[in-house]
């Protein structure tokens, strides 16, 4: 019996079953669940350079997201509010994962002034993330010659020994070993008792949390040329084939992604964004770049969308329907 999409009763989200599918060779995993902020680009000063109607809605917007801060954080100090912010800059895209919640109270320690609680926030949470990815993923390195220093561990506080093991096991993306080395310095002069702190305390917790930004983006972000995502594939990230099996990316990726072809859609409804696919591509394989190239050159008229679908359950069934 062919196995499809239509069969399952989570369909793209069904992650157990999708080997099975008859026309997996057509699919790749396409994450959509994220946490961003972008307020900040919103507070810089119009160029005046720029066209009137552009600098017009660029000031509305502005004085719009001002009026958001002030409800947020009050108007007495709203002058060092909007320095804040826009010295913090953007929260970057990332995954939803465990440190989302936390990343956020960070930064809004930040914005209200609470520079020592941003920064010891910043510096806790970066030695959180190693911990979950060691936990995580530990059990998947079993052959590991580190696996026998960490299986019984439940925490760890050593950050040179975490990324060396995270390292050997080719967990981290590009860069972020040497930003957690980076943050894990700020942690200990800050943590430990030092009296220069008090002197650098705003610097040393804007630097903490744009260290730590720049730790999400590169590890759980969507735009930061990860090794597992697929290239040219603009506004959206795809999964490669090959990279379906590595630990991190089955832990983390996987989970909040659905198994898409290349002329999904998407369907906001009140649970959220959904995926809304056809059931089934029929046999055979793409290759990642051919996956690509579908995806770019897709007919937008042959792109699943909830009308299509009601409308083809109106109509007698059919291969390949959606």
Known sequence: M?????????????HGAHAD???????????????????????????DHWD?????????N???AIKRLEQQ????????????????????????????????????SFVAGLYYPALVAACALGERILNHLVLDLRHSFKSSVHYRKVYRKDSFDNWA????????????????????????????????????????????????????????????????????????????????RAYETVPFVRAYVIPRSGFVGPLYGMDLSQGGWQHLDYADYGNGELSDEEFATRHRERDPEKVVSRAMIERAQQEPKRDGGV
């Open 2 to 14: 062919r196995k499809t999409i239509a069969d399952l009763t989570s369909g793209v989200y069904d």
């Open 21 to 47: 599918l008859a026309d997996h060779g057509f699919r790749r995993y396409h994450p959509f669940s994220f946490d961003f902020d972008s307020t900040p680009l919103s507070l810089a000063e119009a160029e």
């Open 52 to 60: 009137e109607p552009v600098k017009r809605n660029h000031q509305e």
């Open 62 to 64: 502005r004085a719009q």
């Open 73 to 108: 954080y009050g108007s007495a100090h709203i002058d060092i509010v909007i320095k804040n912010v826009t010295d913090l800059g953007p929260k970057s895209m990332s995954l939803l994962a465990y440190h989302n919640q936390f990343h956020e109270q960070a930064r809004r």
């Open 161 to 240: 020994f975490v990324i060396t093991v995270l390292t050997d096991w080719d967990v981290l993306a590009d860069g972020v070993g040497a930003d957690f080395l980076v943050l894990g310095e700020l942690r200990n002069r800050s943590i430990h008792f030092d009296p220069d702190t008090y002197h650098s305390l705003r610097e040393d917790a804007l630097a903490a949390l744009q260290r730590l930004n720049a730790i999400i983006a590169k590890q759980f972000g969507y735009f930061g040329s990860q090794p597992w995502f697929i290239e040219n594939t603009a506004g959206a990230q795809f999964v490669k």
